[in-house]
């Protein structure tokens, strides 16, 4: 199944941009006539007929519409520092876009070594997840911010979530993912609403774990491994879907 992007989309007529457009009409030699299917970015699926096969302002007449296509039953929001090589946290947003997450947050902690996040190429590669892995969701990457900003503005309405690498505590001391995942309950007519926080290679501080704490976040562990950045944060996003994936 091909998908391809707009939000150019008005009195049933989807309009695709250039580089779409070329994708479809060139690369992939639709024309006039043709059945094609179009997300949004917002979970909405747009089955259309080829209208106007041009390499440069493809349109598109809606058919039919399929509302939240390859979505999950749940909102998670990922908080993870960018790691100082690119291609890893690369890796993570593929992943975490191909399994199921809604929103991404670049948070910035003391121990943190890369501070700036390139938001159109990593859009990029957001996008071509989401298709990809057939989701009409696309999920947003919002503006870094710092650890102890992120910690104090999540609403405590959510299961808030901090997982580190702290080795002067035992593991026993803190959840595991999955045991506070299992724990968490919510009534039948309720999203569930999950935060997680990962923090950069070099881990939090002694601070901001201490401020975390202080706000009742819930402090976990991923299993007795040490892992990566990217890793840790693929794993709590898994760990998610899985637990409230039929």
């Keep these: 199944m091909e998908l391809f992007f707009s939000r150019d989309i008005q009195a049933g007529v989807v309009r695709l941009d250039p580089e779409e457009s070329a994708h479809c009409v060139k690369v992939l030699r ?17 089955q259309c007929r080829l209208t106007t096969a041009d390499t440069k302002k493809a349109e598109a007449m809606v058919e039919s519409y399929t509302e939240a296509f390859g979505g999950h039953p749940y909102r998670l929001q990922m908080a993870v520092s960018p ?3 690119n291609s890893r946290y690369d890796w993570f947003l593929e992943k975490a876009t191909e399994i199921g ?6 948070v910035l902690g003391e121990h943190s070594e890369r501070r700036v996040i390139n938001t159109g190429r990593t859009f990029k590669l957001i996008l071509s997840a989401a298709k990809q892995s057939l989701k009409a969701f696309v999920p947003q990457l919002l503006a870094p911010v710092s650890v102890k900003t992120y910690l104090a503005q999540v609403p405590k309405e959510k299961l ?3 997982a580190f690498c ?12 999955v045991e506070a995942l299992a724990e968490y309950t919510v009534p039948e007519d309720q999203i569930p609403d999950i935060s997680i ?3 950069p290679e070099g881990d939090f501080s ?17 299993g007795p491994s040490r892992l990566r950045t990217e890793t840790a944060a693929v794993t ?3 760990a998610v879907y899985l637990k409230f994936i039929k």
Excluded at 31 to 42: L, M, T, V
Excluded at 101 to 106: A, H, L, M
């Design 206 to 222: 002694a601070e901001e774990v201490g401020l975390a704490m202080q706000l009742g976040w819930t402090p976990v562990h991923i």
């Design 30 to 46: 639709h024309r006039e006539g043709d059945s094609i299917n179009i997300i949004d970015g917002r979970g909405g699926l747009y």
């Design 160 to 162: 808030r979530l901090i």
């Design 166 to 177: 702290d080795e002067e505590l035992d593991i026993s001391q803190r959840k595991s993912i």
């Design 101 to 106: 997450v809604d929103t991404i947050v670049p």
């Design 83 to 85: 790691t100082k090589n």
């Design 236 to 238: 709590s996003v898994a």
């Design 197 to 199: 926080l990962i923090g």
